[in-house]
């Protein structure tokens, strides 16, 4: 079956950085765009980052931009959200979604799979 693992979480003071992986089994990776989300309790999860199938487009919510980096390799059937300058209102679960579809997709609801997702902690 499908299955898609987030790991790279963890606790971080305000302006450091950390990189999420998400691998990939089970489905022909290549043939997905795949997005990163974040949810905090209590509120909608919202879109972080998306990259389509070949890696060539990559497209950022405005709160990331110039912040954080969504990669891919599928040769390691994963992708990446490098995120640095961090700051306490990134703190959420970050969850990775796979699309089947070469077009980008910023609500969930676009999304066909996804990871269980890994806490990113920022303090102050």
């Known amino acids: 079956q499908v299955q898609l693992v987030e790991s790279g979480g963890g606790l971080v003071q305000a302006g450091g950085s950390l990189r999420l992986s998400c691998a990939a089994s089970?489905?022909?990776?290549?043939?997905?765009?795949t997005g990163w989300f974040r949810q905090v309790p209590g509120k909608e999860r919202d879109f972080v980052a998306a990259i389509r199938r070949s890696g060539g487009s990559t497209y950022y919510a405005d709160f990331v931009k110039g912040r954080f980096t969504i990669s891919r390799d599928n040769a390691k059937n994963t992708v990446y959200l490098q995120m640095n300058s961090l700051k306490p209102e990134d703190t959420a679960v970050y969850y990775c979604?796979?699309?089947?579809?070469?077009?980008?997709?910023?609500?969930?609801?676009?999304?066909?799979?996804w990871g269980q997702g890994t806490q990113v902690t920022v303090s102050s």
């Open positions: 089970g489905l022909t990776f290549s043939w997905y765009t």
């Open positions: 979604a796979a699309r089947f579809s070469g077009t980008y997709y910023s609500t969930p609801s676009g999304y066909d799979y």
